[in-house]
């Protein structure tokens, strides 16, 4: 799998839906990742994951990405059926959600590389697909240079590094430095992310020599930013990228289910818009999704 020169849309739990997958992909972006799947829940309630493993054939390189903190529930996840239509798999190792870190999981496992290591090359004995992992600066120390170093020694075939620790979250800005930094230390393949929303973030995440980039959230409520990155000349027409997002989730998904779960969405997709207290308001108490997406078209239109 050739990563070289590419733009991945970054993984983010309760919103890289299969929809919001396929639109970034018609924009450019060369590879997806779905939101976090648990490799304890697959093994046990695989119907309650089996939503986030929904692809479409507008995605291009397809990468499913697990978490958890038990070899065997990992190797077991990347041998399950659900996951035979993905190209690759990467391991979570820098989530900072609370809940993932008290159980040890995500960015929790920067602080036990003994285990870490364990999980790669487990989950590579699995597998004859490209295993990546992702991670961040560090959890209770700084420890990106050695955790990188160890991915490497322990199988992975390239890393996603997010420049920023476990503690600062989303909060602050990416360590280019530690980017550049951690590139000029592994032979593998690195992805860079953090910051990335406009052709100058772009420039400078690439000037650390890494080999490919991840956006994330430069890409809520615009996922037509990748037709810019790559300089593409195509028409964007914003109203049917939204239209297409939502009428992709209408195929899978219960309308009840599908008008809360859109709400975040919609209010992404108008955070550029001149709107108004009373809009914002409906978009986020969303009860009927045409009415709002009619809302939506007028004030794209004023």
Known sequence: MEIKNKIFLAPMAGVSDVGFRAVASYFGADGTVTEMLSARAMAHNPKKTEFM???TEQEKIKIAQIFGHEED???KAVSSALLEKFDSFDINMGCPAPKIIKNGEGGALMDNIPLASKI????KSATQKPVSVKFRKGHKAQNFLEFGRMCEESGADFVTFHARTVAQGYSGFADYDAIASLKAKLSIPVIGNGDVKDIGSLKRM???GVDAVMVGRGALGRPWLFA?????????????AI???ISILREHFEEDWLKKYI???LLWYACDLPTTAALRLKLATCEDIDECL?????AFLK
């Open 53 to 55: 493993t929904l692809t």
């Open 73 to 75: 529930y990992m190797k």
């Open 120 to 123: 790669i090359s487990a989950v």
């Open 206 to 208: 690439k000037e650390t």
């Open 228 to 240: 810019t990155l790559k300089g593409l000349d195509m028409k964007v027409d914003k109203m049917q």
């Open 243 to 245: 239209k297409t997002h």
């Open 263 to 265: 709400r975040k969405h």
């Open 294 to 298: 009619a809302l939506l078209q007028d």
